[in-house]
């Protein structure tokens, strides 16, 4: 590891070289206190080098739509995206979403978002030329039934909607046989669902998408105003969960909440 490219106070960069450490790693696997007895310096520099290298390892901070749109050399605007199916929403995203991470879809009621995450789970079956990833989709349901009549217009108007994809391309692919509907209507129904199931799935190479339709339903029937500290540790365990498959298998995740 060069520590040169750090910016890190000379002396922290000295010391490190010192007492030989070589990787971000070795750092995050000491303590505080081992760390000082280590490098002989002071409790504030060993929390400056731990701050500054835990912040190079934030590769996947949260970004919003905009901020995607605008910083045009972002890391994540780099890498391969699952296409919307819309070339004004892809040209708006750069692509599409990102293959890793968790895309949130937010808004009131009938503003469409149903329908994007059908969409994307047509558009995940496309072949890679065609902004797809050749494989199919996991939606969850953990409040209203899934709209299956609405993924069937879809399909049936897909000729129409992907004018850019040859129709004899498009009169290959079973749709609906790439869809696999889960039902979570408490949360460990849900956990069992993202633990095993989905990640059986995603081992077999059969989804490449997860739709979570939503997250918060599950937390508005289990949770009061008094149990915000218990929601949040659920919360997080969750996401934790989501990141890692969607790293492991570079899997899109969408959840869509009502606002």
Not at 34 to 48: F, G, H, P, W
Not at 176 to 184: Q, R
């Amino acid at each position: 590891m060069d520590w040169d490219q750090f910016d890190l106070n000379p002396k922290v960069i000295a010391a490190l070289k010192k007492a030989d450490i070589k990787s971000i790693k070795e750092i995050l696997n000491l303590s505080g206190a081992d760390l000082q007895r280590l490098m002989k310096l002071s409790s504030a520099d060993i929390q400056c080098l731990l701050k500054t290298v835990s912040h190079m390892l934030r590769r996947n901070s949260m970004l919003t739509a905009l901020q995607l749109y605008q910083d045009k050399d972002h890391l994540t605007s780099q890498r391969q995206k699952l296409s919307l199916g819309c070339s004004v929403l892809d040209s708006l995203l750069k692509g599409g979403i990102p293959l890793v991470g968790i895309t949130e879809l937010a808004g009131e009621s009938s503003a469409g978002k149903t329908q994007i995450s059908l969409q994307l789970c047509l558009c995940v079956q496309y072949p890679y030329k065609y902004g797809g990833l050749e494989s199919g989709a996991v939606y969850i349901c953990t409040e209203d039934a899934f709209p299956s009549k609405r993924l069937q217009q879809l399909i049936d108007q897909q000729h129409k909607l992907r004018a850019d994809v040859p129709a004899e391309i498009i009169q290959k692919i079973k749709f609906g046989n790439s869809i696999f509907v889960e039902h979570a209507a408490d949360l460990d129904t849900f956990h069992n669902c993202i633990t095993k199931r989905i990640s059986l799935l995603l081992a077999r190479g059969m989804v490449r998408l997860v739709v979570i339709d939503s997250i918060a339903a599950l937390f508005r029937c289990e949770f009061g105003v008094s149990d915000s500290v218990l929601k949040a540790r659920y919360l997080q365990t969750f996401g934790a969960q989501l990141h890692s498959l969607s790293t492991r298998f570079r899997t899109p995740i969408m959840c869509i909440n009502q606002v």
